[in-house]
């Protein structure tokens, strides 16, 4: 079973950056599309970018573009979420989800379409 461990995750202020790992080993990593989902606290799990395994193709929720950037490395199984101009509002606990595809260019943006989810890391936002 593949568990992804994610990291990065901590207390910042209002503007201020984050950047998210997500390690995924057990699995050849470079067939997976990636994600990251967040959760606060009372409310559902929600879509925040995801990146096909190519890395060409990438894919953000409205609440994050032109904040937020997903990108690869295959060589090192690992997929990362830069945070930038954070807002209080990005409280969550982030998951890092993976499915395997047969598409180059394919990104999956619902939660049903992932296979395998690690077990979260907090980000914190205070105003």
């Known amino acids: 079973q593949v568990q992804p461990v994610e990291s990065g995750g901590g207390l910042v202020q209002a503007g201020g950056s984050l950047r998210l790992s997500c390690a995924a080993s057990?699995?050849?990593?470079?067939?997976?599309?990636m994600g990251w989902f967040r959760q606060a606290p009372g409310k559902e799990r929600e879509f925040v970018a995801g990146i096909s395994r190519s890395g060409g193709s990438t894919s953000y929720a409205d609440s994050v573009k032109g904040r937020f950037t997903i990108s690869r490395d295959n060589a090192k199984n690992t997929v990362y979420l830069q945070m930038n101009s954070l807002k209080p509002e990005d409280t969550a606990v982030y998951y890092c989800?993976?499915?395997?595809?047969?598409?180059?260019?394919?990104?999956?943006?619902?939660?049903?379409?992932?296979?395998?989810w690690g077990q979260g890391t907090q980000v914190t936002v205070s105003s």
């Open positions: 989800a993976g499915s395997q595809t047969y598409s180059l260019e394919y990104v999956a943006v619902k939660s049903r379409n992932y296979e395998y």
């Open positions: 057990g699995r050849t990593f470079s067939s997976d599309t």
